[in-house]
């Protein structure tokens, strides 16, 4: 259906899309235009998959265009990110064990009908034009000998696709929803605490913010009781594959992945 007429106050911004009031409780994720429908397609499937599952997760409706854009429907929550309640209490203790207690309940669930998590790693590594032929066969061989698992692996665990509304927390962004082995999920949710770079909105406070992020990762490992030597092969594959994701212009975080992998011999 289309939406026009109905939209309202903008409530979200993240790097995909923006959400916007719609009225009767609901919001529209309503991504960039461009986007491609496909990717918006897979997360109306996958928020679909999780319906049945017993977490705090937030219920999509129906597909919607606006002005040529595509979007989906989903329930409005009333309340803030995690990430900027944390930005603004520094209470990382508090926020990276509730993070992992999160996702300890989404690992506990299967999820057979999603696509595989070493698949997408898979496509992504064989997709970067960063790596050159040897390192990405190094790195596909290694992603072939890790297991492939079957429990709800978010994909894009971190403390901004978490939205608290009176002390209950939302799971949002489905976008990369998948099955995989746990490790999998927890290496991902690693990399984007620990590894990305700086917003640019923070970075006055750099030195501030590296230090919560470093002991955030900590505390977010302890709770979900995995060390960091179980992780090391699935970090290295995670970050290989994020860099097909990053835009011409996240060249800090590009350049911080290739380092990180030549430091461990890519
Ligand atoms: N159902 C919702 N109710 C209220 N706010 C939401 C909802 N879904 C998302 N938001 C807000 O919009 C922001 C971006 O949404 P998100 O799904 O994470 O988009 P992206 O895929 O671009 O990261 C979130 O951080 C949150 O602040
Ligand atoms: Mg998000």
């Known amino acids: 259906m289309g ?9 979200g911004k993240g ?11 609901k919001v529209v994720k309503l ?17 679909k998959l999780l319906h049945g599952l ?15 854009r595509n979007g989906i429907l989903y329930d409005r929550i009333d309340g803030e990110s995690m990430l900027d309640i944390l930005l603004h209490t520094e209470d990382y203790e508090k926020y990276a064990n509730t993070l992992a207690k999160l996702q300890k309940q989404m690992l506990a669930c299967k999820l057979g009908g999603a696509v595989s998590l070493k698949f997408i790693l898979k496509r992504n590594i064989e997709y970067t034009d960063h790596l050159s ?24 665990f971190h403390f901004g696709n978490v939205i608290i509304e009176q002390e209950q ?15 999998g999920d927890i290496a991902r949710t690693v990399y984007l605490i620990e590894m990305t770079p700086v917003p640019a909105a923070q ?6 913010i590296l230090f919560m992020k470093k002991q955030a990762t900590d505390i977010y490992l302890q709770e979900i009781g995995v060390n960091r030597e179980c ?23 590009k350049n911080s992945v290739l380092e990180y992998l030549s430091k461990q011999g890519l």
């Open 54 to 68: 017993e977490l705090p997760t937030v219920k999509s409706y129906e597909m919607v265009t606006y002005e040529g």
């Open 231 to 253: 992780l090391s092969e699935w970090l290295l594959v995670t970050a290989a594959a994020r860099l097909s994701e990053l835009s011409n212009e996240q060249t800090d975080e």
């Open 133 to 156: 032929m040897p390192n990405k066969a190094k790195l596909i061989n290694m992603l072939d000998s890790l297991p492939d698992g079957d429990c709800f692996c978010h994909g894009d």
């Open 203 to 208: 970075i006055h406070n750099t030195e501030r």
């Open 169 to 183: 927390n939302y799971i949002i962004d489905y976008m990369n929803v998948c099955r995989g082995h746990e490790y």
């Open 15 to 25: 790097n995909t899309a923006e959400v916007i009031a719609v009225g009767d409780g």
């Open 3 to 11: 939406c026009d007429g109905m939209i309202g106050k903008l409530i």
């Open 31 to 47: 991504f960039n235009r461009g986007y491609p429908l496909d990717s918006v397609c897979k997360e109306f499937e996958n928020s």
